[in-house]
Nanobody
């Protein structure tokens, strides 16, 4: 069982930046591909970014590509999401997730992930 804890959310003005962190209880986080998702009120949870277990590959949703960067430090059991040029439409609860499914299975949907954190709120004011 992998426990994930997100942090780093908060209130920021449009154009600002935040860095989210996700710390895993599992010592062998390097065995997991990791993803970030977000969910705004009344909407379904949507894919934001994913990173391969080795850190060698990443994937982004079109809506955040070029503004957000996902990274990981397996030695610290931590995955990050650097969010720049934030927009009001980025407001949501952000969740990190872990999966052992293969990277080439296109890990952009919620059923592909096995473990989830509790989420951290990001609010972007206009």
């Amino acid at each position: 069982q992998v426990q994930l804890v997100e942090s780093g959310g908060g209130l920021v003005q449009a154009g600002g930046s935040l860095r989210l962190s996700c710390v895993a209880s599992e010592r062998a986080l390097s065995f997991y591909n990791m993803g970030w998702f977000r969910q705004a009120p009344g909407l379904e949870r949507e894919f934001v970014a994913a990173i391969k277990w080795s850190g060698s590959s990443t994937r982004y949703a079109d809506s955040v590509n070029g503004r957000f960067t996902i990274s990981r430090d397996n030695a610290k059991n931590t995955v990050y999401l650097q969010m720049n040029s934030l927009k009001p439409e980025d407001t949501a609860v952000y969740y990190c997730a872990a999966t052992q499914k293969l990277w080439n299975s296109v890990l952009t949907t919620t059923p592909k992930y096995d473990y989830w954190g509790q989420g951290t709120q990001v609010t972007v004011s206009s």
